[in-house]
């Protein structure tokens, strides 16, 4: 593989080797894996919004609904990244699918069959919410393990290419599904698609980064151990607090409000459309990511986050599908080039033995306040308009994103290839060093 060059700007330009994560066989069975679960959750928010509009129209309800998954979510976040840390994460993530898959077939008869109710939904979407607690970081701290160390930004931009390909041919078909035979068969596709991923991750081979010959640590040491490397890096828990704020506002008014909005404006296969192109944006955003990162990736991609205030706006002021498709296409970009850089700042400065737990109190931090957004969302619109409430979502978005750029942790951080990004900033070893409490994670091929 050609290694890659240094450009003009500090940047590096990753294009030479960009595909070669997928010569690695775990690799190849965790980005199919994860593109058919995503496939599959492209359809199913589209699909479970309508559901609850056609049993009660009501958006208090909606937001009932999707708040309880995040709840049950977020209260066991914690406990699932000591799970996927203690145990092997191909296997977490092959029983969550399959709980998953379990949960998702049931709501997907209660809506076919009529037999749905507003606490049905509750009760199987927190369920489902426990299950996803356990496979968030499972499949993210995975990722490192599957291909050597020098592939693991290339393969961080693969997966997320593949996945938001998969999301834009998910939601697209959500829309169409939902308009033409209604939203339980969009459900139904989601538990295939969890079915589907479980078969593909049980196929996973990686090495163990766990310690051997050691006593098990309690469940409440592994938190600790996990907190401290969380909070001992500032721009992680600064850009977290961040994103407390940024995925509360969007997650509302996005999951919540937009239905409501495309209900009364365009409609229902309209939306599943432009929904796809904020996918598709993410798809653009993922080439990008994939042949070039700038150093202080993860600057640019904090600023970049602001954009995400602008379909809100739109949703508010001009809920009109060109100008939302519009705005949806650069905010896909924008939320790429931050995803990127997030994962890949995380994968080089934590120990793999603990990242699991690092991405769990990460997901709790950025979550916590998203069942909130989602249930007051629909009774302060109903108090003050959905308007207003669109407008003061999006100005939370980008004061956020401004409160987070203030930090100089954030503005310094800088990408590397070979060694921690921290260590070469800090100099605590040269590049290329492991340092001594971290396991190394180069895979043998399966």
Same mark, same amino acid.
């Given at each position: 593989m050609?290694?890659?060059?240094?450009?003009?700007?500090?940047a590096v330009?990753?294009?030479?080797?960009a595909? =070669?994560p997928?010569?690695h066989g775990?690799f190849?069975? +965790?980005i199919s894996?994860?593109?058919a679960?995503? +496939?599959?959750?492209?359809v199913?928010?589209i699909?479970?919004?309508f559901?609850v509009l #056609?049993?009660?129209?009501? /958006?208090t #309800?909606?937001?009932w609904?999707?708040g309880?998954?995040?709840?049950?979510?977020v209260?066991?976040?914690? *406990?699932?990244?000591?799970?996927?840390d203690r145990?092997?994460?191909?296997?977490?993530?092959?029983a969550?699918c399959?709980a998953a898959?379990?949960?998702?077939g049931?709501?997907a008869? +209660?809506? +076919?069959?009529?037999?749905?109710?507003?606490?049905?939904l509750?009760v199987?979407?927190?369920?489902n919410g426990?299950?996803?607690?356990?496979?968030?970081?499972?499949?993210?701290?995975?990722?490192?393990?599957?291909?050597? =160390?020098?592939?693991v930004?290339?393969?961080?931009?693969?997966?997320?290419?593949?996945?938001?390909?998969?999301?834009?041919?998910?939601?697209a078909?959500?829309?169409?599904?939902?308009?033409g035979?209604g939203p339980?068969w969009g459900?139904? !596709?989601d538990?295939?698609m969890?079915?589907a991923?479980g078969? *593909?991750?049980?196929?996973i081979r990686?090495?163990d980064?766990?310690?051997?010959?050691?006593? =098990?640590?309690s469940?409440w040491?592994?938190?600790?151990e996990?907190?401290?490397?969380f909070?001992?890096?500032t721009w992680?828990w600064?850009?977290v607090l961040q994103?407390m704020?940024?995925?509360?506002?969007l997650?509302g008014?996005?999951?919540?409000?937009?239905?409501?909005?495309?209900?009364?404006?365009?409609?229902?296969?309209?939306?599943?459309?432009?929904?796809?192109v904020?996918t598709l944006?993410?798809? /653009?955003g993922?080439?990008?990511?994939?042949?070039?990162?700038?150093?202080?990736?993860?600057r640019?991609g904090?600023?970049?986050?602001?954009?995400?205030?602008a379909?809100?706006?739109v949703?508010?002021?001009a809920?009109?599908?060109?100008?939302?498709a519009?705005?949806?296409l650069? #905010?896909?970009i924008?939320?790429?080039q931050f995803?990127v850089?997030w994962d890949?700042?995380?994968?080089?400065?934590?120990?793999a033995d603990?990242?699991?737990?690092?991405?769990?109190y990460d997901?709790v931090?950025?979550?916590?306040?998203?069942?909130?957004g989602?249930?007051l969302?629909?009774?302060?619109a109903?108090?003050?308009?959905?308007? #207003?409430?669109l407008t003061?979502a999006? !100005?939370?978005?980008?004061?956020?994103?401004?409160?987070?750029?203030?930090?100089?942790?954030?503005?310094s951080?800088?990408?590397?290839d070979g060694?921690t990004?921290?260590d070469?900033?800090?100099?605590?070893?040269?590049?290329?060093?492991?340092?001594?409490?971290?396991?190394?994670?180069?895979?043998? =091929?399966p």
């Open positions: 050609p290694s890659a060059s240094p450009t003009s700007d500090g330009d990753a294009q030479s080797g595909g =070669e997928l010569r775990a190849r069975w +965790l894996g994860r593109s679960s995503y +496939l599959g959750n492209a199913a928010p699909a479970l919004a559901a #056609d049993l009660t129209g009501s /958006v #309800d909606l937001g609904v999707v309880a998954r995040s709840v049950a979510n209260a066991l976040l914690l *406990f699932g990244g000591v799970v996927a145990l092997p994460r191909a296997v977490v993530l092959t969550s399959a898959a379990l949960t998702q049931m709501v008869a +209660l809506v +076919l069959t009529g037999a749905a109710t507003v606490p049905l509750v199987l979407g927190a369920v426990a299950v996803s607690a356990m496979a968030f970081p499972a499949a993210a701290a995975l990722t490192p393990q599957t291909v050597p =160390e020098r592939l930004r290339q393969a961080n931009a693969l997966l997320r290419l593949s996945t938001n390909t998969a999301l834009v041919g998910g939601t078909v959500g829309g169409v599904l939902v308009a035979v339980g459900i139904a !596709v538990a295939a969890f079915a991923s078969i *593909f991750f049980s196929r990686v090495p980064v766990r310690h051997a010959g050691t006593d =098990e640590p469940t040491r592994q938190l600790r996990g907190w401290g490397e909070t001992r890096r992680v600064v850009v994103f704020v940024v995925n509360a506002a997650t008014g996005i999951a919540v409000l937009g239905p409501a909005v495309a209900d009364d404006t365009f409609g229902r296969r309209t939306w599943g459309f432009v929904l796809a904020q944006g993410m798809v /653009v993922g080439l990008i990511a994939l042949r070039w990162q700038p150093r202080h990736a993860l640019y904090v600023a970049l986050t602001a954009l995400t205030a379909p809100l706006l949703l508010a002021h809920p009109r599908p060109l100008v939302l519009a705005v949806l650069l #905010d896909g924008a939320i790429e995803g850089a890949v700042s995380l994968q080089q400065n934590v120990p603990r990242l699991a737990r690092v991405y769990s997901a931090g950025s979550f916590v306040a998203i069942p909130v989602e249930m969302v629909g009774p302060v109903g108090q003050v308009g959905l308007e #207003d409430t003061g999006a !100005v939370l978005v980008v004061l956020a994103t401004v409160a987070a750029l203030a930090s100089g942790s954030v503005r951080l800088r990408r590397t060694g990004a921290e070469v900033v800090t100099g605590r070893h040269a590049p290329g060093q492991q340092r001594p409490d971290e396991p190394g994670h180069q895979p043998a =091929e």
